[in-house]
C-alpha cells in the first residue's frame, strides 16, 4: 500500500499506531522524573507532604486518565483538527452549534485554550533542559569526583538543547526511532532499580524507614497532602494529549490517536511510575536516603536522613542506588548509579526531543490561522517541520533551562515547575469543558463518557488549580514564594496574550481553524 503523500507546504501523514504511542510515550518518560522530581516532591513543605507521594501521583493519574478520555472523545469526532489539538477542538466545538452566540464565542474559545497552553508547551521543554543541566553535574561529581562550575554545567544544557533542536529540525521520522530506543532502556532499567530497592527493604526491615510498611506508602495521610503532591505530580504524566498534536501526522487518525493516547498513559503512568515510586517510598530510609548539609558559619554540618535528605540531596536516588548497590552488590553503589543517571539522561533527551516536536505543533496552527507571529507558521521545504517555532522554542529552552539549573537550588526549578503546571491544569479543565460542549447536543452524547467523565475531570483540574493558589498563602517560606512567582509567571503570560491578541498586525485577517485544514503530517515508518 503506498505511503500518503502531502501537498506542498504540508507535513506528510505517516505516524502508525506505534509511532504515535510512542512518541506520547517518550513525554511521559519512565524512570526519568523519579529521578528529577524526587527531590521536589520530597522537599514540598518542608518534607510534610512526602508521604503522600504515591498517593498523589495516582490523584495525578485518575485525573490524568479522566482528561485523556475527553481527549480522545473530542479527536474521534474532529479527524482533522491536525496540528491544532486543543486549540482546534475549542472553536469547533462552538462552531457545531446552532445558535449565533455561542458561534462568535468561538475565536475567543480558541485563543484562551491556544494561548495558555503554551505555558505548558513552552515550559515543559525548558524543565528538561534545566534537568539535564542538573544531572549533567551530578554525573560529572561522581565520575570526577569534584563539582562542576555553572559556567561548563550551563554550556552542557544550551547544548544539549541545541542537539535536541537539531533533531526536531529533521523531522519526527528519526524522533520516532529515537522514542523507542529511549522507552526500552528506561524501562528495563526502571524494572531492575525497583526491584532492587523492594528487596533491599524486604532483606532489611530491621533498619529505620520514612513509611512503616507497604500499606503506609499506598494508604493517603492527608487529603490536602495528596492534592499538593499531585500538583507536582502531573509533571510526569503529561504528553498522552500530544498524541492529537501529532494527527495531522497520522496515518490513520480517526482510529490510532485514541488509542495511543490511552496507551501512552496506562504503560507510563499507570505500570511503570506506580510501580517505580512505591520501591523508592518503600525503600526510602535512615541508611538508604542521606545527605549532608556543608557547614555554613556558625551553623555546624548536618548530616540529614530520609524524606529531610531526599529534600536536601540534589540527586536523591542517586544516592538511594548508591547507598543500596554498596550494600547488596559489593561496593559498586558509585558504577550503578552512573549508569542510571546516564539511561535518564538519555530519556531526558527524548524526552525534550519529544516536547520540540509536540510543543511547536499547536503554535504552528496558530500561526497559520494568523493568531501568532507569522515565522512560527513557516514549514521547512525538505524536513516538513515547522522550524521557524522549533528554533524560538530551542532559543526559549536553553535560556529557561540554564536559570532552572545554574546556579542550582530547588526552587528555581520548582517556580518554572509549578507554572508549566498551572498552565496544564488550566489547558486540561478546559478540554474537559470543551468536551462537555462538543456533545452536549449530539446524537450519539452519552451519560458517562460525555458527561460524567469530563465532568469530574474538570472538576479535578479545578481542585489541582486550587491546590496551587492554597500552597502559595499557607506553605510559607520559599514553598509559598515559588508558588506566588509561578502565579506570576501564568499572570503576566495571560497579560502578554491579551496585549498581542490586540495589536496582532493580523487580526483582521484570522480565519477559522475548521475552514480549510486538511491535516498535515511528517512520514514515519514504524
Not at 521543554?125 to 560529572?140: E, K, N, R, S, T
Request: charged share 10%.
Amino acid at each position: 500500500m503506498a505511503e500518503p503523500t502531502a501537498a506542498a507546504g504540508e507535513m506528510k501523514r505517516s505516524l502508525t499506531l506505534t509511532g504515535i504511542t510512542v512518541n506520547a510515550m517518550a513525554l511521559i518518560a519512565p524512570g526519568a522524573f523519579l529521578w528529577t522530581t524526587f527531590q521536589i516532591q520530597a522537599s514540598q513543605k518542608g518534607g510534610k507532604t512526602a508521604p503522600d507521594m504515591w498517593t498523589g501521583l495516582l490523584f495525578a493519574l485518575v485525573l490524568a486518565l479522566l482528561t485523556a478520555y475527553s481527549y480522545s472523545e473530542l479527536a474521534r469526532i474532529y479527524p482533522d483538527a491536525g496540528t491544532g489539538s486543543s486549540y482546534y477542538f475549542a472553536e469547533a466545538a462552538l462552531l457545531d452549534k446552532e445558535k449565533p452566540e455561542h458561534q462568535k464565542m468561538a475565536r475567543v474559545a480558541k485563543l484562551t485554550v491556544g494561548w495558555i497552553s503554551h505555558l505548558y508547551y513552552w515550559l515543559y521543554p525548558a524543565i528538561m533542559v534545566g534537568f539535564m543541566g542538573i544531572l549533567f553535574g551530578y554525573i560529572y561529581l561522581a565520575a570526577f569526583h569534584h563539582t562542576l562550575t555553572y559556567i561548563p554545567q550551563a554550556a552542557a544544557a544550551v547544548v544539549l538543547a541545541v542537539i535536541c533542536g537539531y533533531i526536531a529540525y529533521r523531522g519526527v521520522s528519526g524522533s520516532t526511532m529515537t522514542a523507542i530506543v529511549i522507552n526500552v532502556i528506561q524501562i528495563t532499567c526502571l524494572v531492575l532499580v525497583g526491584f532492587l530497592f523492594i528487596a533491599y527493604r524486604l532483606g532489611h526491615g530491621h533498619e529505620a524507614y520514612s513509611l512503616a510498611n507497604a500499606g503506609a506508602v499506598v494508604i493517603p495521610h492527608s487529603f490536602i497532602n495528596v492534592i499538593y503532591q499531585s500538583t507536582i505530580a502531573i509533571l510526569l504524566l503529561v504528553g498522552f494529549e500530544s498524541v492529537t498534536a501529532l494527527g495531522a501526522e497520522a496515518i490513520r487518525p480517526e482510529k490510532d490517536i485514541k488509542s495511543g493516547i490511552l496507551l501512552s498513559l496506562i504503560i507510563q503512568g499507570g505500570i511503570c511510575y506506580l510501580f517505580e515510586y512505591f520501591a523508592a517510598n518503600f525503600a526510602n530510609g535512615a541508611k538508604t536516603a542521606t545527605f549532608t548539609v556543608a557547614a555554613a558559619g556558625s551553623t555546624p554540618a548536618q548530616h540529614l536522613t530520609g524524606y529531610a535528605a531526599s529534600g536536601a540531596d540534589p540527586a536523591p536516588i542517586g544516592t538511594m542506588i548508591t547507598n543500596v548497590a554498596n550494600t547488596t552488590l559489593g561496593n559498586t553503589g558509585t558504577t550503578v548509579s552512573l549508569i542510571v543517571a546516564a539511561t535518564v539522561l538519555i530519556a531526558l533527551l527524548g524526552t525534550t526531543l519529544a516536547c520540540l516536536n509536540t510543543g511547536v505543533r499547536v503554535t504552528y496552527a496558530m500561526a497559520k490561522d494568523k493568531e501568532m507571529p507569522g515565522i512560527l507558521g513557516l514549514l521547512h521545504g525538505k524536513f516538513a517541520t515547522p522550524h521557524g517555532g522549533i528554533i524560538v522554542l530551542t532559543i526559549l529552552s536553553a535560556a529557561i533551562g540554564v536559570y532552572c539549573a545554574t546556579p542550582y537550588n530547588v526552587d528555581n526549578i520548582t517556580q518554572i515547575t509549578l507554572a508549566s503546571n498551572t498552565g496544564t491544569f488550566l489547558v486540561y479543565g478546559m478540554s474537559c469543558i470543551i468536551a462537555l460542549v462538543a456533545f452536549a447536543s449530539r446524537h450519539d452524547r452519552h451519560a458517562i463518557k460525555h458527561l460524567a467523565i469530563p465532568g469530574l475531570g474538570a472538576l479535578m483540574n479545578i481542585a489541582e488549580l486550587c491546590g496551587v493558589v492554597y500552597l502559595a498563602v499557607t506553605a510559607g517560606g520559599a514553598g509559598s514564594k515559588d508558588a506566588y512567582k509561578a502565579l506570576a509567571i501564568v499572570g503576566v503570560w495571560c497579560v502578554i496574550g491579551v496585549v498581542w491578541v490586540a495589536i496582532n498586525p493580523n487580526k483582521g485577517r484570522a480565519k477559522t481553524v475548521t475552514a480549510d485544514r486538511k491535516g498535515p503530517g511528517v512520514v514515519v515508518s514504524v
